[in-house]
């Protein structure tokens, strides 16, 4: 595993290219930053300036090598790398709330974007006008919608919200797409069709993640827990509150293995085997050893009296000092996810090996 300090700035997102060696990640203001991999360092490139709020969401699309960012100034662009510079796009996504989260399909030839206007926008484009139009999903969404994933069919669409309440809908676009085949979720796919709807998450539902076989659906919420759906079991859910902070972004790195982080700045592993048998494995940050060192009487009760701890570090033991916003795949396929990244409120990207 390796860290690497972008600053003293929190990164609220993360997205890479498609061979790893760049990376765009947004300083938590209206800038989206690329970073290019040279040697053991890594080398600002590009400055993507177009948003006038914080940048919220970012997603690369590694085949046609797009970039989408959305913001709280209720806008998004497509950037295009034309001549060595990127080139955005506007996109008509007709909302009146802050942008939240964007996420690419897998085809690449649509994209959804959540936002605070109670609605999922699905973006596409239309060859007639040149322009990016977008559909409004808005059946049942309470609350502002904070996590996105695409189904491997590149039809379903999973959406966590803050009205405690996870869904999948189908995001079908008759205009640019064949008509889907039936899936375990379900069989009728007319666009915003929901097709499944889990009520209590217990807490605001922060990120969700398919599985390689999109049989299966994991989400973590506020309460810190950790569910999944499973779509061949009668999209049986299965719930299991951890004691934990709560955790902020899930990940299915295998078809039984998820990756969950958050408040507690640490990586950690759970299994889902069927059911009724969803487990907590383990932590996957080992702690480095701290070494004594000697102390001074004084110091070590200046110490009890100042902080109560005889300990003079306020370090965590943890290779995040501050809550893990959002992970994502580095290298490996779908259902055998090698290595995964991690960005924090400290400024940090980590990149972790997972032992299957």
Excluded at 113 to 135: H, M, P, Q, T
Excluded at 164 to 178: G, Q, T
Aim: charged fraction near 20%.
């Amino acid at each position: 595993m390796s860290l690497y300090s972008f600053g003293l700035e929190p990164l609220s997102c993360h997205a890479w290219n498609k061979d790893r060696t760049q990376i765009a990640v947004s300083p938590n203001n209206n800038v989206a930053i690329i970073y290019e991999k040279k040697g053991k360092e890594w080398v600002k490139i590009h400055e993507l300036t177009e948003h006038s709020g914080r940048i919220t969401g970012i997603d690369w699309a590694p085949e046609s090598n797009r970039i989408v960012t959305c913001a709280s100034d209720r806008n998004a662009y497509v950037w295009t790398l034309k001549d060595d510079v990127w080139k955005p796009t506007l996109v008509l996504v007709r909302i009146n709330r802050a942008a939240s989260c964007v996420k690419w399909s897998p085809q690449e030839n649509k994209f959804a974007l959540g936002s605070g206007a109670r609605i999922i926008s699905v973006c596409y484009f239309e060859k007639e006008n040149d322009w990016w139009l977008s559909k409004h999903i808005k059946k049942s969404v309470r609350s502002t919608v904070l996590s996105l994933d695409w189904h491997p069919n590149n039809i379903l669409l999973a959406a966590g919200s803050a009205d405690f309440n996870c869904r999948v809908f189908s995001a079908y676009i008759k205009d640019i797409e064949d008509k889907p085949g039936p899936t375990a979720w379900g069989a009728k796919m007319p666009f915003g069709e929901v097709l499944l709807e889990h009520k209590d998450c217990g807490g605001w539902a922060h990120s969700v993640s398919f599985s390689p076989s999109g049989d299966q659906l994991a989400w973590v919420a506020h309460n810190s827990s950790i569910a999944v759906a499973d779509a061949t079991q009668g999209k049986e859910v299965t719930q299991l509150t951890t004691g934990h902070l709560p955790l902020l972004s899930v990940l299915y790195v295998s078809p039984t293995e998820i990756v969950a982080a958050g408040h507690d700045c640490c990586p950690y592993q759970f299994s889902y085997k069927g059911p009724g048998s969803l487990e907590f494995v383990k932590k996957l940050d080992i702690p480095k050893q701290t070494s004594k060192t000697s102390m001074s009487a004084m110091q070590h009760f200046r110490n009890l009296d100042k902080k109560a701890t005889e300990e003079d570090s306020n370090e965590l033991d943890t290779l995040h000092q501050n809550s893990i916003t959002q992970l994502c795949v580095v290298s490996g396929e779908r259902d055998k996810v090698e290595k995964y990244s991690s960005v924090g409120l400290d400024g940090a990207m980590v990149i972790w090996d997972f032992q299957h």
